[in-house]
């Protein structure tokens, strides 16, 4: 009898096991940055067939924004399901509230450095993805949306893509005029007031002067209803840029606000938008 048992607990625990790799997984990793000093964490998740080849895959790092984490993007939108038609490996990283960015004041927050320097190299020593920039993509909503088009920017040889999502380009008029817990970490991540360090870290700055030829593709959406005052005018105004320097890129302005619904749907355009081969340069 009680080997029976035992055989059919066998057989579900193979079953189970043979279930479970035809699904996308979601994991849990940390990394120890010497950038902002400590561990930080981070969700990869893994297409349904990794542990079925040897194959690399495309990797997508999906920024949270201001007030976020690294389980934003898992627990209040769609994007395990709609991972599940596509072969894209995605790290959702915890910033805190860096803006993705070298503080000039503040110790250990160097974010960029983080990203740049430390997460990603990381996950491309543990993991099988794609080691080159055809094999990049950064994206990111609000904050994360700036992040992932400061990144495209600065860093072009790292990227094939980027998206933005709600992007908050207007930072530095938030500095000069609003107080709070967000005008706060903003003066960490930028300093008081404009400086060179300012200047290199507008996107809006940046625009005009991008190299057309090497900057990844973008990807810009952007609510029309999105209440947050400025936001709506700033990507209008980086498309405008984008526009005169002959870059590639698409802008979608819809109706919609700053909110969960309006990236859920942007993350599942934008997936479906990565899968066509039009969009590699």
């Not at 990807?219 to 999105?226: A, L, M, V």
């Amino acid at each position: 009898m009680k080997r029976k048992y035992l055989l059919l607990f066998i057989l579900l625990f193979f079953v189970h096991t043979l279930f479970s790799q035809d699904k996308v997984r979601v994991f849990l990793d940390s990394v120890y940055s010497y950038s902002v000093g400590g561990y930080k964490k981070f969700n990869i998740i893994l297409p349904k067939d990794y542990f079925k080849t040897d194959e690399r895959y495309k990797v997508i790092f999906l920024l949270h924004g201001f007030g976020g984490d690294h389980t934003d993007w898992i627990n209040r939108t769609g994007l395990v399901q709609y991972l599940s038609n596509y072969s894209f490996v995605v790290v959702t990283p915890e910033a805190d509230n860096g803006w993705y960015t070298n503080s000039p004041i503040m110790k250990n927050r160097n974010y960029e450095d983080y990203i740049i320097k430390e997460l990603i190299p990381y996950v491309e020593k543990r993991y099988r993805v794609i080691s080159t920039k055809h094999g990049r993509v950064i994206a990111g909503l609000s904050m994360g949306g700036y992040g992932a088009v400061k990144f495209a920017m600065k860093y072009p040889h790292l990227f094939y893509c980027a998206g933005s999502f709600s992007g908050a380009f207007r930072w530095p008029s938030l500095i000069e005029r609003n107080r709070g817990l967000l005008n706060q970490s903003l003066r960490e991540a930028f300093g008081e007031r404009r400086t060179e360090q300012w200047d290199k870290n507008d996107v809006l700055v940046l625009a005009d002067s991008v190299n057309s030829t090497t900057l990844p593709y973008l990807y810009i959406s952007c609510g029309k209803d999105d209440p947050l005052e400025g936001l709506l005018d700033s990507n209008r105004k980086l498309v405008e840029k984008l526009q005169k320097r002959g870059a590639m890129f698409e802008y979608h302005e819809m109706p919609g606000e700053h909110n969960w619904i309006f990236w859920d749907l942007e993350i599942n355009n934008f997936l479906k938008k990565l899968s066509e081969y039009k969009l590699i340069k």
